[in-house]
């Protein structure tokens, strides 16, 4: 009797054992990564000194050393502090997504990213979760940043923490992934900190963090134009002024760019990720 239970069960083995095993949610692969990414970058602090502070020291000097003498058409008695303050927390949202895309290459070399490519997940959760933790990360540090506007004569309500909030939250995730994107092809720390200084720098200083965009000269407007970060710093200064500059496109028309501009990001870092040999990494 027990021997024909043995081979009634035996297909019943067999079937199973040739089942493949169930490929894991995407979900919790998101939420791993997004967490080691937030538990990497606060334990190295310099970086976090690093990106927080240099755009502090940045906004005390320069906008110190303007003065009042800089005064953008439609601020009122405003001075250069306070013109200069949105661009400050743009500058730390920038600095924290490129430092945080540091990990990518950092993980090639330690190898983590090939055991994470080789495991059964959608190379789109490591994507996901590698920008969602680069924004949460900027959008931290930029938020710690905007609880002292008071002192850059700028009032703040909840309605207008909120707000701010909602749109660097947009900002963070559409820097972030432009770093994927950049980082995923190189494999050196030092060639992708020259391509961020070639790229988003430029981006910074055309975005109207410095100078508005009616003092500047055609060409540069032009390039002013067809700048997205031209538009998440617009839509920040909706957000956080009563009478923003004169220059300042409306917050419908900022908001979409920035959106748009997210998207196209997360595109080309999901295209980079799926090519075979993008980066060495496949």
Avoid at 134 to 161: F, K, S
Wanted: with cysteine; net charge positive; proline share 7%.
């Amino acid at each position: 009797m027990s021997s024909e239970r043995l081979a009634a069960a035996a297909p019943v083995r067999e079937a199973t054992a040739a089942r493949p095993a169930p490929r894991p949610g995407i979900w919790l692969p998101i939420a791993t990564l997004w967490w080691r990414e937030l538990v990497h970058f606060y334990r190295q602090r310099s970086r976090v000194a690093a990106a927080l502070g240099t755009p502090l020291l940045f906004w005390l000097l320069i906008g110190s050393g303007f003065g009042r003498s800089f005064r953008p058409a439609g601020d009122g008695q405003a001075g250069y502090l306070e013109y200069f303050f949105p661009g400050t927390i743009l500058l730390i949202v920038l600095f924290t997504a490129i430092f945080s895309t540091l990990s990518v290459i950092e993980d090639r070399r330690e190898g983590f990213l090939l055991s994470v490519l080789v495991a059964p997940i959608p190379r789109s959760a490591l994507v996901l979760g590698k920008l969602l933790g680069g924004t949460t990360l900027a959008l931290l540090q930029g938020l710690a940043c905007l609880l002292i506007a008071p002192l850059a004569g700028i009032p703040m309500t909840p309605l207008r923490a909120a707000e701010a909030a909602a749109v660097l939250g947009l900002i963070a995730f559409g820097l972030t992934a432009l770093g994927f994107f950049f980082a995923w092809r190189l494999d050196s720390v030092q060639g992708f900190h020259g391509v961020m200084n070639l790229v988003l720098m430029p981006m910074w200083l055309l975005s109207g963090a410095l100078f508005p965009i009616s003092g500047a000269h055609a060409w540069v407007r032009v390039l002013m134009l067809a700048n997205p970060l031209t538009y998440g710093l617009a839509a920040l200064r909706r957000t956080l002024y009563e009478a923003p500059p004169a220059d300042t496109p409306s917050l419908a028309l900022s908001a979409a760019a920035t959106v748009a501009f997210g998207l196209i990001a997360l595109a080309a870092a999901l295209w980079q990720t799926g090519r075979p040999s993008a980066g060495g990494a496949a």
